[in-house]
């Protein structure tokens, strides 16, 4: 599985800013043809994806590009010229809007025509569906189920605030006037149910108030509590928080690779199921938990600092 801590988004129209992002610590990095780039510029934006996934350095990050949604004229185009110009150096396209499972397919199959043309691997291309309404929330078991190729949900918190008619401007803040609870949860857990029924992964989006990284901190730390991969950053100030905030802390790590290593002993040497480790009961179920941190932990970098001794 691939780390997706943190997602940057780069428009397709902007040479310097895809120059700028082969220099940034990010996961994963999507050149845009969708909402950052002008109806003018979009067919232009193509031919500048193309050569910078073709003649620039990724090397380390996942290289996404995302196409225009299946209402417009654009979609068929973005995906043949970037996946023809550019399909072996790229690792997934992004499908924005997504509102029924039947558009993943179309997306899905139309990769398959190219990849057999252009006699690349099949299948290879994996794809990340963007959920920004109402209908796509509704629809989200049977979209995350609808492809071979979904590596991930991805939460597009603009588009979904306006579809609803969410009574805030700024993205991922709380609405005015709602004092209980958080207005996001049931769609943040919608979106986590859907996703973990078909074993992807789930991302949160935006959070547009750049020069607030504490603000991008609180509402990173809220999909991340949930289980959420990681998020969209939109600039190089929210890369470190996106990074740190969906990485376990370094006392997490370490308590989760001791369960699995006295979880090993215990169950393997002695022969039993649920046992002591220091204060804490653990059992089949905390072996589970920690393989999860163990795995987010390892992909993070972190190494160990303390052993198990029985
Ligand atoms: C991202 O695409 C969003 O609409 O938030
Ligand atoms: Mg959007």
Not at 187 to 215: C, N, S, T, W
Request: glycine share 8%; aromatic share 8%.
């Amino acid at each position: 599985m691939r780390s997706r801590r943190s997602v940057l988004a780069v428009p397709g129209s902007n040479p310097r800013f895809l120059e700028k992002a082969q220099t940034l610590p990010v996961d994963e990095v999507f050149l845009d043809l969708e909402d950052s780039v002008a109806p003018l510029a979009k067919e232009a934006a193509r031919a500048n994806v193309v050569a910078a996934l073709r003649e620039g350095d990724w090397s380390g990050k996942t290289r996404v590009v995302r196409v225009n949604d299946l209402t417009t004229r654009w979609t068929y185009r973005d995906v043949i010229e970037i996946v023809e110009g550019a399909g072996a150096f790229l690792d997934c396209l992004m499908l924005p809007k997504v509102q029924d499972p039947t558009e993943v397919v179309w997306l899905d199959t139309l990769l398959t025509q190219i990849e057999k043309t252009m006699g690349y691997e099949v299948g290879r291309i994996g794809i990340e569906a963007q959920i920004e309404n109402a209908r796509g929330l509704v629809n989200a078991d049977a979209i995350a189920g609808s492809s071979e190729r979904l590596e991930t949900l991805v939460f597009g918190p603009a588009d979904f605030m306006a579809s609803i008619n969410m009574r805030t401007l700024v993205v991922g803040e709380q609405p005015p006037g709602y004092v209980e609870g958080d207005a996001y949860h049931y769609i943040l857990m919608r979106l986590l149910m859907a996703a973990r029924m078909h074993d992807l992964q789930v991302i949160d989006g935006p959070y547009l108030q750049i020069k607030d990284v504490e603000g991008f901190r609180r509402v990173a730390q809220r999909s991340a509590a949930l289980g959420f991969d990681g998020k969209w950053v939109l600039h190089p100030a929210q890369v470190d928080a996106a990074n740190e905030v969906f990485s376990p802390s370094q006392e997490d790590y370490d308590h989760a690779e001791l369960i699995l290593e006295a979880y090993e002993y215990y169950t393997t040497v002695e022969k039993r199921g649920a046992v002591m480790l220091g204060d804490e009961m653990i059992d089949e179920a905390s072996r589970k938990m920690a393989l999860v941190v163990a795995a987010k932990g390892r992909a993070a970098g972190l190494s160990r600092t303390k052993r198990f001794t029985p």
